[in-house]
């Protein structure tokens, strides 16, 4: 089954509370995996299983921000990756979604990265410069 958005002012389902286990690049979209799916606002508690596409993305306008604190000195530290550079740094990782913003061709996603390798945690930002639509896929 295939649902398609554009922006409007209700999602037909949200990411909050979902775990984005990959981010892939294909074409000029990217896609969204999911470690137990997308949330259906319709069905509380119940996830569906499936996958998030942007399409049509600009990939100059997108990056994903990893924020922490310096052990050493104790100041915030951060560092923003395009997102083939975050794949070859992460490229196992689990990102908990606790918040997005739909915006006119705009995603930002708020949350907590962790990498598995190193079990370190931190505060992440994604945001996504897409054209086209988005593109909920469910099981």
Known sequence: M???FKFESQA???LHDSVITKLK???????????DGIYDPSDP???????VTL???DMDFCDIMVA????????FKGKDYTFSK????????KFFVCDTLWGYNMFVLTGTLADPETDKVY?????????????????
């Open 45 to 51: 508690g119940f996830f569906l299983s499936g996958s």
């Open 2 to 4: 295939e649902k398609r």
């Open 12 to 14: 037909p389902y949200t």
């Open 86 to 93: 975050f794949i070859k740094k992460f490229p196992e990782f």
């Open 25 to 35: 690049i294909k074409d000029n979209n990217v896609v969204l995996v999911f470690e």
């Open 68 to 75: 922490g604190i310096s052990k050493k000195n104790k100041k």
């Open 55 to 57: 399409e049509d993305v």
């Open 123 to 139: 505060d992440s930002v994604i945001t996504i410069n897409y054209n086209g639509d988005v593109v909920f896929k469910t099981k």
